[in-house]
């Protein structure tokens, strides 16, 4: 018996127990980018065969080695340490000629001051405050007297220019070297050129850092102190299969050549087919599961798969699953579905790069598994706000994951230590948010169709749906009508409820160009269609509320998806009325004249409406006293001649769901026609003048 349910089950998951529709046509050219960007996925996928060694610390060994000789191997992680601690105190400083140039230029502008300074009776603000003996020996001393001094001080300053100056030394300590630099002066001239001189250099540096000599320092001090080895015996065990490779045992396998660092284009070609096939796979389900997918939106996936392995092999052993993982996931299950999400980061979950090494392994699990919540819950929000809940539960979810898993992991003691839990976290709330933020533009570029859009797209109060119910009342009230036809059938077959009302609301938007030729909008006044009196005239007329809807969508950007609600509620419907007209007049007249241009349904979402829009009117002209069965009787005469017209042949609606829409349709109607109290209306009184 339990065998049987499984057997059962299993039969459900492969065929869905319902027909799917073909998936759209896609130009060459489309196809061809699509090829192109899988072949950059598995490129950027396979590129840890091309060019990097077989073997790096920190991976698994794939096998047990034994040191064949005894060997003096240089030990690279220290001597990169020892390195790392020798920059600092190490480091050599030249004199910068920029640096000088700046400084004599102050210099002579001070010196420029001073002299203006001393010829002027008048006290003004200058870099140095002159005394009133300093004062009179300017005034008193000759032009060839104040060449001299000036030539002095100059001579000073290249001097201690050459020797180094640093930006820190203290005025004092300055002072007293110019003073000495000056000291054949006599002692007027000597202070002021001196104060002079601590003025220009004071918080000052001439000094730059030269970094092929202080390399050169660097592996002098290194020789000096000897080169980090490690001795291996004959025999020694340098590690074991299966074993973490260390750096030390790293250094002793690649010095017996066990590490190989040539190109492997067989082990390389292996994993560009893989990955290849599993980008292949990515768009076939993506393709499957969504029907109307367009190019765009399959370059969208391929394109985030592409940058989430691109920043995995770039930041190595320091990439997070969870911050690269999560939010394409919950993008991608929000515009394309919850199906195409797990998709998706399955493809990317089987892409990550190579080694995994037992810690990042759990931390992909754990990425899985928040993202596989994400693209759950993803489908179910229904507004920016509960997107924003989610974008705050996710990161702690998986922050507390990870601590778990690093507490009671396999993971060895200082496991939390290596990974910052609280930064990562804070990094993928981030994330989410700004993905929030930038939403609305993705969702324009690639068109997306979220569940946030579409209900703020059902709001009645949007531009386009106001126009309708301001200027063809009757129409609006028609679309109201179907709306809620449509919603119900698409909650009896389980079809997408939202997207179904909200293409409802749209669907008739381009009797907005003539809301007069349509019977809702005409009230009690005439028929325009009888003074015309031109049955090809009017079929185009009806032709056109579709054509004009279209180009009223591309005005108001409606997502594609709501757009061909527009064209495909009609389908290659017969405009019966004024064919018969028509043929009236000339019974040679083609069928195909007053035939829509369709295309016909191609999802079950439009041909829910387009069943909706064709019971509506009948539903609605039944005499009071019709009962449920005649009703029902109606209802499936007018939807088996829409399949008898071949309109449902690519909707993928089952015989079985349209005995669920028909139930659905009579359910809204019974609801319609609820009996109503007769009020009591009391006579009007008379008052006397």
């Not at 030269?210 to 001795?231: F, H, N, V, Y």
């Not at 989610?390 to 994951?401: D, I, K, N, Q, S």
Request: hydrophobic share 45%.
């Amino acid at each position: 018996m339990v065998l049987r349910r499984l057997r059962t089950l299993w039969r459900q998951l492969l065929r869905l127990e319902r027909p799917r529709h073909s998936p759209g046509v896609w130009r060459n050219r489309d196809t061809a980018s699509v090829l192109l960007v899988c072949a950059l996925v598995a490129l950027v996928s396979s590129w840890p065969w091309l060019v990097e060694p077989n073997l790096r610390p920190g991976m698994e060994a794939p096998f047990t080695a034994k040191a064949p000789q005894a060997a003096m191997v240089v030990d690279s992680n220290a001597l990169e340490e020892r390195r790392q601690e020798l920059v600092p105190r190490s480091t050599v400083q030249v004199v910068d000629e920029q640096a000088n140039g700046q400084l004599r230029q102050k210099l002579e502008q001070d010196l420029q001051a001073v002299e203006q300074q001393a010829k002027s009776d008048q006290q003004r603000i200058e870099p140095v405050a002159i005394t009133t003996e300093e004062r009179n020996w300017l005034r008193g001393a000759g032009g060839t007297q104040l060449t001299a001094w000036g030539r002095e001080v100059r001579q000073a300053q290249l001097r201690m220019l050459s020797q180094g100056l640093a930006a820190g030394v203290a005025e004092g300590q300055l002072l007293q070297a110019a003073t000495l630099q000056l000291e054949p002066l006599a002692p007027l001239p000597r202070g002021l050129g001196a104060r002079l001189l601590a003025s220009s250099l004071q918080g000052h540096s001439n000094l730059r850092s030269d970094p092929g000599l202080s390399q050169r320092r660097i592996e002098a001090l290194i020789t000096q102190q000897g080169i980090p080895t490690i001795k291996v015996q004959q025999g020694d065990l340098i590690t074991r299969q299966g074993d973490t490779i260390s750096p030390q045992a790293f250094d002793v396998l690649d010095y017996f050549g066990l590490v190989n660092r040539r190109p492997r284009p067989l082990a390389w070609l292996g994993h560009f087919l893989e990955a290849l096939a599993i980008a292949g796979v990515l768009v076939l389900v993506l393709r499957r599961w969504r029907a109307c997918l367009e190019p765009r939106q399959a370059l969208l996936a391929l394109g985030a798969l592409l940058v989430v392995q691109g920043f995995a092999l770039w930041l190595g052993p320091l990439a997070s699953p969870l911050v690269l993982l999560v939010p394409p996931a919950l993008l991608l299950a929000q515009g394309l579905g919850t199906p195409c999400g797990l998709a998706w980061l399955a493809a990317a979950s089987f892409l990550w790069p190579m080694p995994i090494t037992a810690l990042m392994g759990g931390r992909l699990l754990v990425a899985a598994a928040v993202g596989s919540v994400a693209a759950l819950a993803a489908g179910r929000q229904r507004s920016r706000a509960e997107l924003l809940q989610l974008a705050v539960l996710l990161p702690g979810t998986g922050l507390l994951l990870q601590w778990l898993l690093l507490q009671w992991g396999l993971q060895g003691p200082g496991a939390v230590a290596r990974v910052d839990l609280v930064s990562e976290a804070l990094l993928l709330g981030g994330l989410l948010m700004a993905g929030l933020l930038l939403a609305p533009l993705v969702e324009t570029f690639f068109g997306l169709v979220t569940r946030a859009r579409l209900m703020e797209l059902a709001d009645l109060q949007r531009p386009l749906l106001r126009r309708l119910s301001v200027e063809a009342p009757g129409t609006f009230e028609h679309t109201l009508m179907i709306a809620g036809l449509a919603e119900e059938g698409a909650r009896a077959i389980q079809a997408d409820i939202d997207l179904v009302r909200t293409g409802a609301l749209y669907h008739d938007v381009g009797k907005l160009h003539g809301p007069q030729w349509f019977i809702e909008n005409q009230g009690e006044g005439a028929n325009p269609h009888d003074s015309l009196d031109d049955p090809f005239a009017s079929a185009a007329i009806l032709q056109a509320h579709v054509d004009e809807g279209l180009k009223l969508a591309r005005r108001y950007r409606l997502p594609r998806p709501l757009a061909d609600f527009i064209p495909e509620h009609q389908g290659t419907l017969k405009m019966g009325y004024f064919l018969h007209h028509a043929r009236e007049r000339d019974p040679g007249v083609a069928e195909e004249r007053f035939r829509y241009q369709g295309p016909t349904p191609r999802s079950r979402e439009t041909a829910i409406l387009m069943l909706a829009d064709g019971c509506e009117a009948a539903l609605r002209s039944l005499p009071p006293g019709t009962s449920e069965s005649e009703a029902r009787q109606m209802v499936r005469r007018i939807i088996e001649a829409r399949q008898d017209d071949n309109q449902l042949a690519e909707s993928g609606i089952s015989r079985a769901e349209l005995e669920l829409l028909i139930r659905a349709f009579v359910r809204v109607w019974r609801r319609m026609r609820h009996r109503r109290i007769a009020y009591p209306i009391p006579a009007r009184k008379g008052y006397s003048a």
